[in-house]
């Protein structure tokens, strides 16, 4: 992650708003061994405070947990940026 503050609230916001619109069981974590998060809780996701420079990781389950994986590591890749992310969700 690049963003210059890190997973502060408004990447946040825009994190667990794109995982809400999947259907599968969507986690994050910042260290491969976890803890894994639920992405779609604003509450978690901001607990993490996960810092710039930090390894996200992504893990779903369910029918379109592919698009979902997709779809926000696009966003974390892209430093949170809306357009790219509602253009590879859409």
């Not at 260290?31 to 930090?54: F, H, N, Q, Y």
Request: glycine share 6%; with cysteine.
């Amino acid at each position: 992650m690049t963003h210059d503050v890190g997973l502060h609230a408004r990447p946040s916001v825009k994190l667990t708003k794109l995982a809400k619109g999947y259907a599968s069981e969507i986690e994050i974590a910042a260290a491969p061994e976890g803890p894994w998060i639920d992405a779609k809780s604003i509450v978690k996701v901001m607990a993490l405070k996960a810092k710039r420079d930090t390894i996200m990781h992504v893990r779903a389950r369910g029918a379109d947990a592919c698009s979902a994986v997709t779809a926000l590591l696009a966003l974390i890749e892209h430093d949170f940026d809306d357009d790219h992310a509602n253009a590879v969700a859409g």
